[in-house]
């Protein structure tokens, strides 16, 4: 695998592992809970949301761009989700890691060097990973915020950057 491959796969795999944690420190309940309940706008969205959807995201971008593998992804869908424990969640982080580290495994430098098409517009090969990488991290943040809330202000353990360091 090429060095900077392998240094995107590990940033990434580091972000769906605290996201892992989060999902298996909070109980059921607090998967589907949002700060904002009352209204219809999911403007605040839930723990199992954020988590599907980062996957989902991981795998549009990873997968189906990078990766060129037919589109699957209903992004729609993602904000509709409600869990009934982690299971559902673990199974999907599962199989977008090993399709994720199968096709940074691949990549080459010329695949690095060049574009992909994402929709209706090219995009960098870089940029698409890094933009899961960004992408992910933002929302790892939101749901650190949303179980702190749930958790009435107490914070999330979360470790810090050099403790995650391999």
């Known amino acids: 695998m090429l060095m900077e491959a392998a240094a995107y796969l590990e940033r990434i795999e580091d972000l769906r592992a605290q996201i892992t944690r989060i999902v298996q420190m ?10 904002d309940e009352e209204s219809e706008d999911h403007a ?13 995201a991981e ?35 599962q199989t977008v890691h090993e399709q994720t580290r199968r096709i940074l495994q691949n990549l080459t430098q010329a695949d690095l060097d060049g574009t992909r098409q994402a929709r209706d517009r090219e995009v960098p090969t870089r940029w698409a990973i890094l933009h899961v990488i960004d992408h992910t991290a933002l929302h790892l943040g939101h749901m650190q915020i949303t179980v702190q809330l749930w958790q009435g202000g107490t914070a999330v353990d979360s470790p810090r950057w050099f403790q995650r360091l391999k």
Do not use: C, Y
């Open 44 to 56: 605040m969205n839930s723990v199992a949301v954020m988590a599907t959807h980062v996957v989902g």
């Open 26 to 35: 909070v109980p059921p309940e607090a998967l589907n809970w949002r700060p």
């Open 59 to 93: 795998h549009f971008w990873i997968g189906e761009v990078v990766g060129r593998l037919p589109a699957t992804r209903n992004r729609d869908a993602e904000f509709e989700t409600v869990v009934a424990d982690t299971a559902v969640l673990q199974k999907t982080f």
